[in-house]
T-cell receptor, first 115, second 113 residues
Framework: DGGITQSPKYLFRKEGQNVTLSCEQN?????MYWYRQDPGQGLRLIYY???????QKGDIAEGYSVSREKKESFPLTVTSAQKNPTAFYLC??????????????FGPGTRLTVL | QKEVEQNSGPLSVPEGAIASLNCTYS??????FFWYRQYSGKSPELIMF????GDKEDGRFTAQLNKASQYVSLLIRDSQPSDSATYLC?????????????FGSGTRLSIRP
C-alpha cells in the first residue's frame, strides 16, 4: 500500500523536552511538508523540503527543526524553544502533476500535548 | 488581507440539497487550486483540484474557477450527512516555491437530516 505514515499518533511531552515526530512516505514524492493545526484553525506551514538534503522554513519555523537525509523520510523535532507546542501536526508529500500542480497528500497526523 | 479567504461557517444545508462553498484568493498569478475535506480529528483528504477556468466535475462534486474574479468554489450535489466536515481551500501562490500551497482556514459544513 502506498501512503504516508506518521508516528506516534499521540505524544505527550513534558515542558523542556525535545521530541521528534516521524514521517515516512513510499509514494516516491520529491517534496515533503510539515504543518501545524490548532483547534478550529487552518494549516500553518512549519518546514518543507523539495529535495533530499535541502529544506526551507515555512511561516512558523521558530522552535522546530527538520532533516531530510532520505527521500522517504522527513522527521520533525519540536524543541524546548517552542513555547506553545500543543497542536495537531500533519505531514504531507507531493510531486508535480497535471497542469504543474503539486497536489499534497497527508499522513494521519500526530497529536502532541505538553503536560 | 489574507492570501486565501473562506467563510468559517458553519454552513447548514438540508440533506439532498446543494452545498456551495466559496474561496477567494489574493494573488492574481495563482496557478493551481485545491479542495480538501477534513473530518474532526482526522487529516485532510483531497477532493479535487482545478487549474483551468470553468467547471470540473467528479461525481457529486464540482469545482468552479474564475481567475478574473479570483474566486474558486466547490458545489456538493445531493448532500449527505457524511459530507458534514470542514472544507479547506488551498492555492499555489505565485512567487512562492512551485510546490508550496497556502491553505484557507476552512468552512465547516453541516448537513441536517
Amino acid at each position: 500500500d502506498g501512503g504516508i505514515t506518521q508516528s506516534p499518533k499521540y505524544l505527550f511531552r513534558k515542558e523542556g523536552q525535545n521530541v521528534t515526530l516521524s514521517c515516512e512516505q513510499n509514494l516516491n514524492h520529491d517534496a515533503m511538508y510539515w504543518y501545524r493545526q490548532d483547534p478550529g484553525q487552518g494549516l500553518r506551514l512549519i518546514y518543507y523540503s523539495q529535495i533530499v538534503n535541502d529544506f526551507q522554513k515555512g511561516d512558523i519555523a521558530e522552535g522546530y527543526s527538520v532533516s531530510r537525509e532520505k527521500k522517504e523520510s522527513f522527521p520533525l523535532t519540536v524543541t524546548s524553544a517552542q513555547k506553545n507546542p500543543t497542536a495537531f501536526y500533519l505531514c504531507a508529500s507531493s510531486s508535480p502533476g497535471q497542469g504543474g500542480s503539486y497536489t499534497q497528500y497527508f499522513g494521519p497526523g500526530t497529536r502532541l500535548t505538553v503536560l | 488581507q489574507k492570501e486565501v479567504e473562506q467563510n468559517s461557517g458553519p454552513l447548514s444545508v438540508p440533506e439532498g440539497a446543494i452545498a456551495s462553498l466559496n474561496c477567494t484568493y489574493s494573488d492574481r498569478g495563482s496557478q493551481s487550486f485545491f479542495w480538501y475535506r477534513q473530518y474532526s480529528g482526522k487529516s485532510p483528504e483531497l477532493i479535487m483540484f482545478i487549474y483551468s477556468n470553468g467547471d470540473k466535475e467528479d461525481g457529486r462534486f464540482t469545482a468552479q474557477l474564475n481567475k478574473a474574479s479570483q474566486y474558486v468554489s466547490l458545489l456538493i450535489r445531493d448532500s449527505q450527512p457524511s459530507d458534514s466536515a470542514t472544507y479547506l481551500c488551498a492555492v499555489n501562490i505565485l512567487g512562492s516555491s512551485a510546490s508550496k500551497i497556502i491553505f484557507g482556514s476552512g468552512t465547516r459544513l453541516s448537513i441536517r437530516p
